[in-house]
């Protein structure tokens, strides 16, 4: 079983970045996705998670009308899209998957995820 995070990198405030979170080992399609990250000395925060099918997400406020997650499941690939990047931005980013029934949309925490990738760093300067 193996989530690779991957696209982090240095960017100016306003950028923009893609991560990407290849999955294997496991059935993609029926796992939620989700994505957290933490900036340095502070708590591991959640960022968003998408449902299995990709029909449902949803967003921390921090980063709301900013990152967009997506899936596609025949690539067993998630992708967080993330705009107008902020230094507060500045973290790394971690993607967890979490084994749900199609219609479960209960809010998790990072303690319930089954499995984690391996983190990518995305810094943005001012």
């Known amino acids: 079983v193996q989530l690779q995070a991957s696209g982090g990198g240095l960017v100016q405030a306003g950028g923009s970045l893609r991560l990407s979170c290849v999955a294997s080992g496991f059935t993609f399609s029926m796992y939620r996705i989700g994505w957290f990250r933490q900036a340095p000395g502070k708590e591991r925060e959640g960022v968003s998670y998408?449902?299995?099918?990709?029909?449902?997400?949803d967003y921390a406020d921090s980063v709301k009308g900013r990152f967009t997650l997506s899936r596609d499941n025949d690539k067993n690939t998630a992708y967080l899209q993330m705009n107008s990047l902020r230094p507060e931005d500045t973290a790394v980013y971690y993607c967890?998957?979490?084994?749900?029934?199609?219609?479960?949309?209960?809010?998790?925490?990072?303690?319930?995820?089954?499995?984690w990738g391996q983190g990518t760093l995305v810094t943005v300067s001012s």
């Open positions: 998408i449902s299995r099918s990709g029909g449902r997400s």
């Open positions: 967890a998957a979490l084994r749900t029934i199609l219609t479960d949309h209960r809010n998790y925490t990072a303690g319930d995820y089954n499995y």
